[in-house]
């Protein structure tokens, strides 16, 4: 996935949460996470796969919860991916 398709999915959590009227606080980190990942020159599935969560929560605007809910984005995708038999 690469890191316009994550800030794309993110927009749109947020968007769900504002209509199931969850915290401002919450549907404002999730547009932050989103901008973020948007301005990141490397994309973040190799972030991740260096420096894992811990390097998520060290970029602006991403904390622990938003850490841990991009790593399940980014797992479930991958889980997903067709696996080439060799």
């Not at 998520?56 to 980014?74: F, H, N, T, V, W």
Request: overall charge positive; aromatic content about 2%.
């Amino acid at each position: 996935m690469d890191n316009r398709t994550l800030a794309d999915r993110l927009r749109t959590m947020a968007h769900e949460l504002q209509e199931k009227n969850a915290s401002l606080y919450r549907v404002q980190a999730y547009r932050r996470a989103a901008e973020t990942i948007l301005g990141l020159e490397a994309p973040i599935q190799d972030m991740m796969a260096c420096q894992g969560r811990k390097g998520l929560r060290q970029l602006p605007g991403i904390g622990a919860k938003l850490s841990q809910k991009i790593e399940e984005i980014l797992t479930d995708v991958a889980s997903n991916l067709p696996r080439v038999v060799s």
